[in-house]
């Protein structure tokens, strides 16, 4: 079973107030969009195991896709791009679109993605995010479904890596020392 244990991990948010927060998350949603259906858009890889659950607790009718970004450029200035590498398989027009990542960092996948699909004239439009760290933006974005405010540190698991590793920790994780 994978756990924190091990050099350089401490744990942050434990997965049973994962677990919580994301099932008061998902009520929220139910009852905003009461009667209607739902179309998540998780930001692969990162979001995929909040996702996963997030959908479980949502009691609406319920349609996923998925996209997939790559940032490059300097991205501690906002002028930082993101490009597509997977674009959805399915038209948004008239959806309830909730888009859903992993973290709001610099906001700037947030801003591009919301751009993109505000053009394919959704419903509405809204972002649910389980971790945000607004003290770092550099393009304003609000996350309308936020999981947990956290501070300037790099965390790792339940979906969120270094180097493609730590996804599958339970937890959420602070690496020590941080990456950069
Ligand atoms: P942005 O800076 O808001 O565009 O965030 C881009 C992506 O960077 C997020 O979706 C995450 O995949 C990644 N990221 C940002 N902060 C962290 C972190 O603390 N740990 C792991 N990945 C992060």
């Not at 434990?14 to 998350?25: K, L, M, N, P, T």
């Not at 888009?99 to 960092?105: F, G, H, N, R, Y």
């Not at 801003?111 to 959704?122: E, G, V, W």
């Not at 996804?167 to 941080?178: A, F, G, I, T, Y």
């Amino acid at each position: 079973m994978p756990s924190a244990r091990g050099d350089g991990l401490k744990v942050r948010i434990r997965r049973a107030a994962i677990e919580r927060r994301v099932r008061s998350v998902a009520g929220r949603i139910t009852r905003d969009f009461k009667g209607e259906r739902v179309h998540l858009i998780g930001v692969l890889k990162g979001a995929c195991f909040f996702l996963a659950d997030l959908a479980r607790e949502i009691n609406l009718e319920t349609s996923i896709d998925f996209i997939a970004v790559a940032s490059y450029g300097k991205k501690k200035d906002s002028s930082g791009q993101v490009r597509m590498l997977k674009d959805l398989d399915n038209n948004v027009a008239g959806l309830n679109v909730i888009l859903v990542e992993d973290i709001l960092d610099t906001g700037l996948t947030a801003n591009y993605l919301l751009r993109i699909l505000r053009q394919r004239r959704p419903k509405t439009l809204s972002v649910a995010a389980l971790l945000d760290k607004p003290s770092r933006r550099l393009k304003p974005v609000k996350g309308d479904y936020i999981g947990f405010t956290i501070p300037d540190e790099f965390v790792v698991g339940y979906g969120l890596d270094y180097a493609e590793r730590y996804r599958n920790l339970k937890d959420v994780c602070v690496l020590q020392p941080p990456p950069r």
